[in-house]
């Protein structure tokens, strides 16, 4: 599980968003039976002399095909308070890299579709390094997967990556495949050096 080192420049950084849980599943699954198009998402983590970062704790975080999250009691239009799913963690490996196992996210009011990536550093029980960011979908791909079932249950989405205060293109993931076997994503994170970095 690598990708080829890249010329990197720095990833822009994002706000970490309302649906933020330290929730702490280290796993490389974390679709708990949640239907909708398969997305096997690869992210590497690099510097920006394009060493790769071993050792990063990454955790994403995404709605699900009707645009819920889990362990969110408030939400709009569902309580899913302690449940877990599309959530979840993992260590970057000598490659920087990670893998994991999720589906498509679908979408929410006011947003434009998109998975939280969080980037994590400790010391003993001390947080010495955070990076917050969001992972973005090329727009064609989205009217696409948003064509098929479960995700036209939920019909109207009202944000489009374009009218999303957030969006940037240089966020977009790079995808291959369809809606019929799933997708792959990678989506590479470029940092600035460990001894630059400071805590967000």
């Known amino acids: 599980m690598t990708l080829p080192a890249i010329n990197c420049t720095l ?11 330290d929730a702490r599943l280290k796993r490389a699954d974390i679709t708990e039976g ?3 198009i398969p997305l096997t998402l690869t992210v590497a983590v690099y510097e920006v002399d394009s060493d790769p970062r071993e050792g990063v704790v990454v955790d994403i975080w995404q709605a699900n095909a009707l645009g819920l999250y889990s362990d ?7 309580d899913t308070g302690g449940q877990t799913f599309l959530r979840g963690c993992q260590v970057t490996n000598a490659d920087g890299v990670v ?7 679908g979408w929410y009011e006011g947003r434009t579709i998109h998975i939280h990536l969080r980037l994590r550093a400790f010391s003993d029980d001390e947080t010495t390094f955070v990076f917050t960011t969001q992972i973005f979908f090329d727009e064609k791909l989205n009217d696409a997967v948003m064509a098929t079932s479960p995700y036209d249950e939920r019909p109207g989405r009202d944000t489009t990556n374009l009218e999303d205060g957030i969006f940037l293109r240089e966020l977009i993931a790079d995808l291959h495949g369809d809606e019929q076997g799933g997708y792959e994503a990678d989506f590479h994170v470029c940092l600035l050096s460990e001894g630059d970095r400071v805590e967000s």
Do not use: D, L, S
């Not at 893998?99 to 996210?105: A, E, L, M, R, V």
């Open 72 to 78: 969110e009691p408030a939400q709009p239009r569902a």
């Open 99 to 105: 893998q994991f196992k999720t589906i498509y996210p």
């Open 34 to 36: 949640q239907p909708g």
């Open 11 to 21: 990833t822009p950084e994002t706000e970490v968003g309302p649906y933020w849980a």
